[in-house]
């Protein structure tokens, strides 16, 4: 607490000023007065209002109190205004809808030291507020940037379901699109999660049951198409003795599992799948974390021109029926589902229809699409579509076959 507080006033009258300071001293209030007189003083003081823990408002000749007090709040928003007048009910009631801290009429004098305490009192609990709330977005700027920098991918969810917090390697490391975590709910990812899983089930019933649990359990292990395999483990997330979440981590720990090297960072275009190609109207396709990944194929089979394939999953979404975007979306949140038939269009707006086949690894998707002539014949031609989506952002690149 401070030794002594430093109090403006603007007053016209000395005799009142002495006065203030005797009921406050007489009050042990700790206050120093800085007296001003008149609009350009107070103007004047008003760009030191941070040296100020209290303005007091008195008669002024040449500014009144209302535009005395829209000035301070103005320039000084945080500092606490008491009016000491006898402008009537009627004008302590505007000044009150404007900001005033309270109204304290010269006849009764004996009001002015409480109300000085409360002025105060407020200040000091609106700066413990302020640096309260700067500590925390300090602490939780801090714990992002550990989230970040950890090599496991973290996930935090409360009792309700709601996701809190994630870091990006989980997404990468597990393979998880924006759109599916973009709802923050924790069942959602739970599904989209279990067929990686050799049982499940058990998973599911584990990680939904750690909000009953105080120690780390082991999940599993998520054995990814390409070789990859994540450890999860969980547990519950408590506040002195109260549960309030549950939190999951995952970590690759392919080398110890299979005591292998480390696994390249781009999946090589598998040779039977390109072979495919070649002979047929089959169109091999991956779908990672850096890029998007189509056989030149595509471009016979859909009518394009050349560098006219999609730049990213927003542009393949623009090529997909608007009826059938749900069936796309629901094959690559639960890929095991077996294969689906798409309509697309072509280049001259026609649209043709497509077979597709994808699976799931812990870098992205791969498959194949092909054409099925006759499939979607008939459709008349359309303009380009617009599918404003959650997007991947991958980027990129055509494969010469």
Same mark, same amino acid.
């Given at each position: 607490m401070k030794t002594e507080y430093r109090i403006l006033y603007l007053e016209d009258r000395e005799q009142d000023v002495e006065r203030v300071a005797d009921l406050l001293k007489a009050e042990y209030l700790p206050c120093g007065l800085a007296w001003v007189e008149g609009?350009?003083?107070?103007?004047?003081?008003?760009?030191?209002?941070?040296?100020?823990?209290?303005? =007091?408002?008195?008669?002024?000749?040449?500014?009144?109190?209302?535009?005395?007090?829209?000035?301070?709040?103005?320039?000084c928003p945080n500092l606490p205004v008491i009016l000491l007048g006898d402008g009537g009910e009627e004008q302590a009631a505007e000044c009150l809808r404007q900001g005033a801290a309270e109204v304290v009429a010269r006849t009764a004098p004996a009001r002015l030291a409480p109300a000085v305490r409360r002025a105060l009192k407020e200040r000091r609990d609106q700066a413990a507020l302020r640096e309260s709330e700067a500590e925390n977005a300090r602490m939780a700027s801090l714990l992002r940037a550990l989230l970040e920098s950890t090599s496991e991918g973290i996930l935090v969810a409360d009792l309700a379901g709601r996701i809190t917090t994630y870091n990006r390697k989980f997404m990468a490391l597990c393979g998880i699109p924006e759109y599916v975590m973009a709802p923050m709910d924790l069942e959602r990812v739970l599904r989209f999660l279990q067929d990686q899983f050799a049982d499940p089930e058990t998973?599911?019933?584990?990680?939904?049951?750690?909000?009953?649990? *105080? #120690?780390?359990? =082991?999940?599993?292990?998520?054995?990814?198409?390409?070789?990859?395999?994540? #450890?999860?483990?969980?547990?519950?997330?408590?506040?002195?003795?109260?549960t309030v979440g549950r939190v999951f981590s995952f970590a690759d720990v392919t080398e110890r599992e299979r005591g292998q090297g480390p696994l390249p960072e781009t999946v090589a275009v598998p040779p039977e799948l390109m072979e495919a190609a070649r002979a047929g109207r089959v169109v091999p396709w991956y779908l990672t974390e850096d890029e998007l990944v189509i056989s030149e194929k595509g471009l016979a089979v859909l009518g394009l021109d050349p560098g006219g394939l999609p730049r990213d999953l927003a542009g393949l979404e623009a090529l997909i029926h608007p009826a059938d975007l749900d069936r796309f979306r629901r094959g690559l949140e639960h890929p095991r589902t077996g294969p689906f038939e798409l309509r697309m269009r072509r280049g001259d707006g026609s649209w043709i229809g497509t077979r597709w086949n994808l699976k799931r690894g812990? #870098? *992205?998707?791969? *498959?194949?699409?092909?054409e099925r002539p006759g499939a979607g014949a008939g459709q008349d031609p359309v303009q380009p579509l617009d599918h404003r989506t959650p997007a991947f952002n991958y980027k990129v690149r055509v494969l010469q076959d």
């Open positions: 609009r350009e003083a107070f103007l004047s003081a008003l760009k030191e209002c941070w040296s100020y823990d209290l303005l =007091l408002l008195g008669e002024s000749a040449d500014l009144p109190c209302l535009e005395a007090l829209t000035l301070a709040k103005r320039r998973f599911l019933s584990e990680a939904r049951a750690l909000g009953d649990r *105080g #120690e780390r359990r =082991l999940l599993g292990l998520l054995n990814g198409k390409d070789r990859r395999v994540i #450890e999860a483990f969980g547990r519950s997330q408590r506040m002195g003795n109260e812990a #870098e *992205g998707y791969r *498959g194949v699409f092909v």
